[in-house]
């Protein structure tokens, strides 16, 4: 080869690994994670399934923007879906048609659930100036129908903190409408954390100002970006009056602020006719793809109602296509994992998880079978990961699991995931992640009349279904269980007796060994109950 051609040959060589790199990323394969090796090379062989899986999702036609476009169709079909409404029942009978129309096991489990009403809703400023303010009224606030009129009017007094209020004191908040102001968290965090640390002024606003007097709360909307948007949410009473409560925007936050700071009397008058109905039943759709004779389960949570605002797109009827889209596709591919994968749509989470604590009563035995517990509740943008939530050795079998993610650039892998129902689980030690995506956007839209399917991209959801799918697969499949914290079963006292069904559902969910040593000990347990008890005086 002639010497100039050596430049243009190693350009050409260097091209060839550049593409062989891009089409097989190298693993992101953490470091220092308590993982036997056993276990760590067992999750890492998935990489050629996961491939599969993530090309299917990304490249097939019939899985293009399928997620999106049925997701689509729900949220026309249904719109908004607040607890205890008839488009969300309505909602409910149709996602277990669909799932048994696809060939999966289904079945519902009955929840009783709140109706909270909005009705009508008006703020206005009268003085220093005059100007009409948008609201919305927070979950399971009382109205305004006591007052003259069903109108209330009053001075403000505002508070950026609990701390400013409790400084006020009783003598200058007392007979007033009360404005929180506060910041939506420190800027410098994500959105997540700045939600985290702020949303006790909407929830708990109520309830901490009626133990100074004040007559109604405002609290300024959890954003990090608004174009005069209120966001609603739920709040809860204690044990003070009870006084209504809504959401303004960020923008009537501050301009209340700006006059009340500057010394200058800010007049309102609110108007609301909130009430709660009587508690209705609903129900939880469970989901189960995998063997019939499973006995441990990975679960995919999101839940199907919404507030009575925007479509419910977002949050979370994103969260319900794409974990509904993952397992139609490991189904469509003919990927049975060996434990079942159960995608559980929940009911009535928005006003205080409902449909979660009925199922941890309903499912109680089954606490010790899950393998883990996956969230998706933070939006269905771009993908970046998981976070896991759990012992070390727990977070370290996802971070793994998260490293095979290469292809579609989802290798993250952190902590504080957000839980909703997952939550629940989790504090019975149960492992739980959340699919990690760009929270960038997400409040924008969080619980506004902007939550329509103008927040979702088609490829996103592509993307999420893609990640949901892989990693529920390697959770569902690989021969290792992941680190769990649940408590082990109490032995039984000797003179336990101990219903036979019970015995039945426990050799069930174990194995060989684990079988021959129940009866051993029930075996055993039976022999010497008599002795234990005493023998009868002479």
Aim: hydrophobic share 40%; proline share 5%; net charge negative.
């Amino acid at each position: 080869m002639e010497a100039r051609w050596w430049p243009l040959a190693l350009i050409a060589a260097l091209a060839a690994l550049a593409r062989v790199d891009a089409a097989n990323p190298v693993l992101a394969i953490p470091e220092d994670c308590p993982l036997p090796e056993t276990t760590r090379n067992n999750i890492l062989r998935y990489k050629t399934k996961v491939d599969k899986i993530l090309q299917a999702a990304l490249e097939q036609k019939q899985y293009h923007h399928a997620a999106y476009n049925g997701l689509e169709d729900f949220v026309e079909r249904f719109g908004a879906r607040p607890s205890g409404s008839d488009e969300l029942e309505d909602s409910i009978d149709f996602m277990k048609k669909k799932a048994e129309d696809d060939g999966f096991r289904v079945h519902t489990e009955e929840v009783m659930v709140p109706r909270w009403v909005r009705g009508e809703e008006t703020l206005m400023m009268l003085s220093p100036r005059q100007k009409s303010m948008s609201i919305l009224g927070l979950g399971t606030t009382i109205g305004t129908q006591q007052y003259p009129g069903g109108v209330l009017r009053a001075e403000a007094v505002v508070c950026d903190s609990f701390e400013e209020m409790e400084k006020l004191g009783e003598a200058k908040i007392k007979g007033k409408i009360m404005v929180f102001n506060a910041p939506f968290g420190d800027p410098m965090d994500e959105p997540m954390k700045r939600y985290g640390a702020s949303y006790k002024y909407r929830t708990s606003g109520a309830d901490r100002a009626a133990q100074y007097g004040a007559v109604a709360v405002l609290v300024r909307s959890r954003t990090d970006y608004s174009l005069y948007t209120p966001h609603g949410g739920s709040q809860y009473y204690g044990n003070s009056t009870q006084i209504p409560a809504a959401a303004i925007t960020a923008e009537d936050a501050r301009i209340i602020a700006r006059h009340y700071k500057k010394g200058k009397t800010v007049k309102l008058m609110l108007k609301m006719s909130a009430a709660n109905l009587p508690m209705r039943k609903s129900r939880n759709v469970i989901i189960d793809y995998g063997p019939s004779d499973s006995t441990e389960l990975v679960m995919l949570s999101a839940h199907i109602d919404s507030w009575d605002v925007g479509e419910g797109a977002m949050d979370n009827g994103g969260g319900v296509f794409v974990n509904y889209h993952a397992v139609k596709l490991l189904k469509e591919l003919g990927l049975m994992p060996r434990r079942t994968i159960r995608v559980v749509l929940w009911t009535a989470e928005e006003e205080g998880y409902f449909g979660g604590k009925e199922y941890v009563k309903m499912h109680e035995f089954d606490i010790s079978k899950m393998q883990i517990a996956i969230e998706n509740d933070l939006g269905t943008f771009r993908p970046v990961g998981l976070r896991a939530k759990g012992s070390d050795e727990a977070a370290c079998f996802v971070k793994h699991t998260a490293s095979l993610l290469g292809a579609i650039n989802a290798t993250g892998a952190s902590d504080s995931p957000s839980l909703s129902e997952t939550h629940l689980l989790h504090d019975k030690g149960v492992p739980a992640a959340a699919i990690d995506v760009d929270q960038s956007r997400y409040f924008w839209y969080h619980h506004t009349e902007a939550d329509t399917m103008d927040a979702l991209d088609p490829h996103e959801l592509d993307l999420c279904v893609a990640t949901m799918a892989a990693s529920a697969f390697v959770f569902a499949d690989v021969p290792d269980r992941v680190p769990s914290q649940v408590p082990a079963e109490p032995l039984m006292e000797l003179n336990t007796v101990v219903p036979v069904e019970q015995n039945s559902r426990a050799l069930r969910g174990s194995s060989a060994c684990q079988q021959a040593s129940l009866w051993l000990l029930m075996s055993l347990a039976a022999l010497v109950t008599p002795f234990a008890r005493g023998a009868p005086a002479s």
